[in-house]
Nanobody
Framework: QVQLVESGGGLVQAGGSLRLSCAAS????????MGWFRQGPGKEREIITA????????YYADSVKGRFTISRDGAKNTIYLQMDSLKPDDTAVYYC????????????WGQGTQVTVSS
């Protein structure tokens, strides 16, 4: 099992920045990717960014490309999500996720953290 603990989030004005953190513990040596999902009001949960734990390659959804940056600290088994130029449409619950070879739904999930962007 892998446990994920998120921190960060909160309320910010449009155009501002926030940084989320997600620390993994447990059987982290089994992981091959970690990422961030979000679920806005009345919307489905969507993946916004992910990082391959082995080679560091990154994926970004078009909606956040150029504004959000995912990074990792392998020694701490932690990933970060730097969110810049935030928009009201970025308002959502943000979830950290990790997977060990199967798909994301079968992986591990954090408890979620609220990000609210005011106009």
């Amino acid at each position: 099992q892998v446990q994920l603990v998120e921190s960060g989030g909160g309320l910010v004005q449009a155009g501002g920045s926030l940084r989320l953190s997600c620390a993994a513990s447990g059987r982290t040596f089994t992981l091959n990717a970690m990422g961030w999902f979000r679920q806005g009001p009345g919307k489905e949960r969507e993946i916004i960014t992910a990082i391959n734990w082995n080679d560091g390659s990154r994926y970004y959804a078009d909606s956040v490309k150029g504004r959000f940056t995912i990074s990792r600290d392998g020694a701490k088994n932690t990933i970060y999500l730097q969110m810049d130029s935030l928009k009201p449409d970025d308002t959502a619950v943000y979830y950290c996720a990790a997977k060990d070879g199967a798909g994301w739904p079968e992986g591990f999930w954090g408890q979620g953290t609220q990000v609210t962007v005011s106009s």
